[in-house]
């Protein structure tokens, strides 16, 4: 027999989208409900083909219809609305339609672990990922992790970077999960706050999160080597909340955000410290490489721009550079 609908609670109620599987989605509600919602009609972005109409993060606007299934009264929300998203990143889709996945919205910071050995974390990984976290608008701390293996050499190697990154104005902090060092630290800056945790694959991810919040289990080492393939169109990003306030968005088998399209001249506004100083170079549209009386060349001569930066943007520059799509 098919469903018939009983009532309809015209009460538009505000929610946040905790997880979302394509034409469903799971929010929750200003009470601390949980409700199965359905997304109404087409809802897509002006700017980007997407495929999916929400994403973990969005704020949306629900009713409620309750519907007699056989005798069970059953309850599910509507999305009628979608608040317009502070910032979102997405994932390109490995085709050739140029669609873009949503991985999730609204989200408040990035936290990027990087080891410096046990693996290396290259000055280029993580300057790629501050200028895509900077073309979202997605303010990012870098945490140090695995400091309790870390001799000298390491300790130097951190000292300077530290120095690189705080005088950009970027955050930086150190942590141990074997120690405990710095948890409650990061502990602290991840409160009531909706976060993203990234960073290579063994830098210690999952195990933070998990002395964060025991018993999460989040999946982010899930994917290995035998089960890489078609996996990743498969997976949807969630989000879960911490006992001491806040939120963490698991977004299983991302390794980088996709970069959105970005012209040449663009990049440098990627780069806050490089756009800074640009300011002073004579060409208005000076591209920082061979032009004269250049500002951002005489910063790095005078040290006040530390080079692996400008080698990073020298590398983003280059046009036949496939990462700066597909990143
Ligand atoms: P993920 O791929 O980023 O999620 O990394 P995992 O959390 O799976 O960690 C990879 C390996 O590094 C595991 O064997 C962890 O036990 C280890 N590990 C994580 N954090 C630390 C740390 O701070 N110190 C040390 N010595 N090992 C760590
Ligand atoms: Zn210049």
């Given at each position: 027999?098919?469903?018939?609908?009983?009532?309809?609670?015209?009460?538009?109620?505000?929610?946040?989208?905790?997880?979302?599987?394509?034409?469903?989605?799971?929010?929750?509600?200003?009470?601390?409900?949980?409700?199965?919602?359905?997304?109404?009609?087409?809802?897509?972005?002006?700017?980007?083909?997407?495929?999916?109409?929400?994403?973990?993060?969005?704020?949306?606007?629900?009713?409620?219809?309750?519907?007699n299934?056989?005798?069970?009264?059953?309850?599910?929300?509507?999305?009628h609305?979608?608040?317009k998203?502070?910032?979102?990143?997405?994932?390109?889709?490995?085709?050739?339609?140029?669609?873009?996945?949503?991985?999730?919205?609204n989200?408040?910071?990035?936290?990027?672990?990087?080891?410096?050995?046990?693996?290396?974390?290259?000055?280029?990984?993580?300057?790629?990922?501050?200028?895509?976290?900077?073309?979202?608008?997605?303010?990012?701390?870098?945490?140090?992790?695995?400091?309790?293996?870390?001799?000298?050499?390491?300790?130097?190697?951190?000292?300077?970077?530290?120095?690189?990154?705080?005088?950009?104005?970027?955050?930086?902090?150190?942590?141990?999960?074997?120690?405990g060092?710095?948890?409650?630290?990061?502990?602290?800056e991840?409160?009531?706050?909706?976060?993203?945790?990234?960073?290579?694959?063994g830098?210690?991810?999952?195990?933070?999160?998990?002395?964060?919040?025991?018993?999460?289990?989040?999946?982010?080492?899930?994917?290995?080597?035998?089960?890489?393939?078609?996996?990743?169109?498969?997976?949807?990003?969630?989000?879960?909340?911490?006992?001491?306030?806040?939120?963490?968005?698991?977004?299983?088998?991302?390794?980088?955000?996709?970069?959105?399209?970005?012209?040449?001249?663009?990049?440098?506004?990627?780069?806050?410290?490089?756009?800074?100083?640009?300011?002073?170079?004579?060409?208005?549209?000076?591209?920082?490489?061979?032009?004269?009386?250049?500002?951002?060349?005489?910063?790095?001569?005078?040290?006040?721009?530390?080079?692996?930066?400008?080698?990073?943007?020298?590398?983003?520059?280059?046009?036949?550079?496939?990462?700066?799509?597909?990143?």
């Amino acid at each position: 027999m098919a469903k018939k609908y009983i009532f309809v609670n015209k009460n538009l109620k505000k929610a946040r989208v905790i997880k979302s599987t394509g034409s469903w989605a799971t929010v929750k509600n200003d009470d601390n409900q949980i409700v199965d919602c359905k997304i109404k009609g087409n809802f897509r972005l002006k700017e980007i083909k997407n495929t999916n109409p929400v994403a973990v993060g969005d704020l949306v606007e629900y009713d409620t219809i309750e519907h007699n299934d056989n005798g069970t009264i059953n309850s599910i929300g509507l999305i009628h609305k979608i608040e317009k998203r502070k910032n979102y990143i997405i994932r390109k889709s490995q085709n050739l339609s140029k669609q873009a996945h949503i991985i999730a919205a609204n989200i408040d910071q990035a936290f990027l672990i990087i080891t410096i050995n046990f693996p290396l974390t290259t000055t280029t990984f993580i300057d790629r990922f501050l200028v895509s976290a900077e073309a979202y608008s997605i303010p990012v701390t870098l945490v140090f992790n695995k400091i309790d293996r870390f001799d000298k050499k390491h300790i130097d190697k951190l000292k300077l970077l530290t120095k690189t990154y705080e005088n950009i104005g970027y955050k930086c902090l150190q942590t141990s999960a074997k120690t405990g060092e710095g948890i409650d630290t990061l502990k602290t800056e991840m409160t009531d706050k909706i976060n993203v945790v990234s960073g290579h694959s063994g830098v210690g991810k999952s195990t933070l999160i998990n002395i964060l919040q025991p018993g999460l289990n989040l999946k982010t080492n899930e994917i290995s080597e035998s089960h890489k393939t078609g996996k990743h169109s498969t997976t949807f990003a969630e989000m879960f909340e911490f006992d001491f306030g806040g939120y963490i968005i698991d977004t299983p088998g991302i390794k980088a955000y996709g970069m959105l399209e970005m012209e040449a001249w663009e990049i440098s506004h990627y780069f806050p410290e490089i756009f800074k100083v640009s300011k002073n170079c004579q060409f208005q549209n000076c591209s920082h490489t061979h032009e004269p009386e250049c500002a951002v060349k005489t910063a790095i001569k005078n040290g006040e721009i530390a080079e692996s930066r400008y080698i990073s943007y020298l590398g983003l520059l280059e046009k036949d550079d496939k990462h700066r799509a597909a990143f």
